[in-house]
């Protein structure tokens, strides 16, 4: 099983739509996918339609170590596409894991009852540092940080993503490896000197030869500033459902190209799944032009 966190210290970067739309797509690859949803604002929550709705949530997991699938998994319309709910409507859990003595390796230490059931889980978190977003690192073998390209998310992505890093980079020595870290850039303006200056300089610092604790990584796939993606959210539907061609007269790629490509950059272990997930797109266009 594979555990990606979503992660930004900055907020309104993206992290819920590329989580909503990471995790679908490999849900229509075949494979049992798994949310959890530990933003304090739960947009991931109510994303995609519910099928239904488990009675506990997030909150019964980290507080009560509840294991009980039936209790706890919510489904939703998308086949394969579960997941459990943010219900931490007090905002306790924070203040509950930071005086726990398992606080910040709560999650990692639960992340065997689901393996059995899901071939990747995606956690959502919340944009600010905080002992959740440490917990979700700590129990994630990936992490993905979506970066708009301009200069005020650039220097918070120094002093707060990749500060974040580096101070769990200790964990080593309890024989706890941090996850790579893969910085995504979102959305991309089609001309803006500005945006290309930020973006290349991103490339240049975290070129191949750069290391340092957080082992982190600039993707190959940029998302570019499209609406399709915020038309996708507004039907409640993947995005690369809703455009799995290019349209014409446009330079950027189809949603489907771009999540496809990210996807098989961040799990190059299965091509298959992300070839199959175009197919099964295709069968799906009636369904999607319908809506």
């Excluded at 929550?45 to 699938?69: D, T, V, W």
């Excluded at 709560?106 to 977003?133: C, H, K, W």
Aim: with cysteine.
């Amino acid at each position: 099983m594979q555990t990606i966190c979503v992660i930004s210290t900055k907020g309104g970067v993206g992290k819920t739509t590329f989580a909503a739309n990471l995790g679908a797509f490999f849900a229509d690859a075949g494979l049992r996918v798994l949310l959890l949803d530990l933003d304090t604002q739960p947009t991931l929550s109510s994303y995609y339609e519910l099928r239904h709705k488990a009675p506990c949530g997030i909150y019964e997991l980290l507080a009560f170590n509840e294991q009980e699938h039936g209790r706890l998994v919510s489904r939703t319309i998308i086949e394969g596409l579960d997941i459990i709910v943010a219900n931490d409507e007090h905002r306790q859990l924070n203040t509950m894991l930071l005086h726990a003595p398992d606080g910040r390796l709560r999650l990692r230490n639960l992340m065997p009852v689901f393996e059995p059931d899901y071939d990747l889980v995606l956690i959502d978190t919340q944009g600010a540092r905080s002992v959740l977003l440490e917990m979700a690192v700590l129990a994630s073998t990936l992490a993905v940080s979506p970066v708009t390209p301009e200069i005020l998310s650039a220097r918070e992505l120094s002093r707060g993503t990749l500060q974040l890093m580096r101070d769990i980079a200790p964990y080593r020595h309890l024989g706890i490896q941090p996850p790579a870290l893969r910085l995504l850039i979102n959305r991309m303006p089609a001309v803006s000197a500005n945006a290309r200056l930020v973006r290349e300089s991103l490339r240049l610092i975290f070129q191949d030869g750069f290391q340092d604790e957080t082992g982190a990584r600039v993707l190959e796939t940029v998302i570019p500033a499209t609406e399709v993606f915020q038309r996708a959210a507004t039907m409640g539907l993947p995005a690369h459902r809703v455009e799995a061609r290019r349209p014409s007269g446009r330079i950027a790629p189809s949603a489907l190209e771009i999540i496809r490509s990210i996807a098989t950059e961040l799990c190059p272990k299965w091509p298959m799944q992300c070839a199959r997930a175009c197919g099964l797109t295709g069968k799906r266009k009636s369904h999607v032009e319908s809506a």
